[in-house]
């Protein structure tokens, strides 16, 4: 079906007051069976773009008896009656009039997608519901407690056996739905006893991020230097560094040791070490 449908974004974007919309939308005239069959076919079939927006505009009153619903979470009621449009305009999309159901019946689950989406990403700042398990629970719950106000222990037996959930699974998603936004920035209540805002503690004042960056460039740059300092000394001063001061496999070599090794004397190795060391020291403060 073509995106290029054109319906007026009054009808879709309920704008101002949500009484002058619903009547709005109540002039659209409602289809029969047979007209609304005739119209699926022209979309199904020809790509009809005209038989898509009367099928759009036919059910808007539907999307906002369905909206309605969703009126406890807090949400404004325009927000969810579009959420609950761009669910009735994927459904049409995707209507097939040689399925023998009613256009409402199949896009009632698409509309309640998207309006189900909008509050779940809406009502609370921290999501409350990630999993598909979860969502359903949610909404099953919010249900639940309508009828029930607070759950007692017994309450929450009788919900979980209703919901085929566990006990601990109720327990958890009522705390989700309980708790409450706090505002990360300062209150400028003065009062003393007024909740301290996140933002005057989350600072993890014992961690220096500027600092860790700066002596781990400073490391890094510490290290290249060695290294090229160390690739301008000749083989066996290389050997003698490394093993007197590099190498962490093994432990570490006597001046003695390193003397047998190259046939000289002990004292010729420290030499060169310190000879070496000198070298290094130059290299790597310039």
């Known amino acids: ?11 879709l974007i309920p704008q101002g007051n949500i009484e002058s919309y619903l009547r709005m939308i109540n002039t659209y005239p409602m289809l029969s069976a047979e007209e609304e069959k005739a ?17 759009i ?39 097939n009039p040689e399925m023998g159901v009613r256009l409402v019946s199949f896009a009632v689950h698409w509309i309640k997608a998207e309006i189900h989406e909008y509050v779940l990403k809406n009502w609370r700042i921290v999501k409350v519901a990630t999993t598909k398990a979860q969502r359903k629970l949610f909404f099953n719950l919010r249900k639940s407690k309508q009828r029930l106000g607070w759950f007692s222990h017994d309450e929450v037996g009788i919900v979980a056996d209703e919901l085929g959930v566990t006990r601990k699974d109720v327990l958890e998603m009522e705390s989700r739905m309980s708790a409450q936004d706090m505002s990360f920035d300062i209150d400028n209540d003065d009062d003393d006893n007024s909740i301290v805002a996140p933002a005057l503690y989350l600072e993890d004042s014992s961690s220096d991020f500027s600092k860790s960056i700066e ?72």
């Open 1 to 11: 079906m073509s995106n290029n449908i054109k319906i007026p974004s009054v009808a």
């Open 39 to 55: 119209l699926g076919e022209k979309l199904y079939y020809h790509d009809d773009v005209d038989a898509a927006r009367q099928l």
């Open 57 to 95: 505009l036919s059910h808007l009153r539907f999307v906002a008896h369905v909206a309605r619903g969703y009126s406890g979470y807090g949400l404004p009621q325009a927000d969810l009656i579009q959420e609950g449009n761009i669910g009735l305009m994927k459904a049409v999309r995707r209507f």
């Open 215 to 286: 002596n781990d460039n400073w490391e890094n740059d510490a290290t290249d230097k060695l290294h090229d300092a160390l690739s301008q000394l000749d083989q066996r001063s290389q050997d003698i560094i490394k093993a007197r001061w590099l190498d962490v496999d093994d432990s570490k070599s006597t001046l003695q040791e390193l003397a047998t090794k190259y046939n000289v004397s002990a004292e010729r190795v420290r030499q060169l070490e310190k000879n070496a060391l000198q070298k290094l020291r130059v290299a790597i403060e310039a």
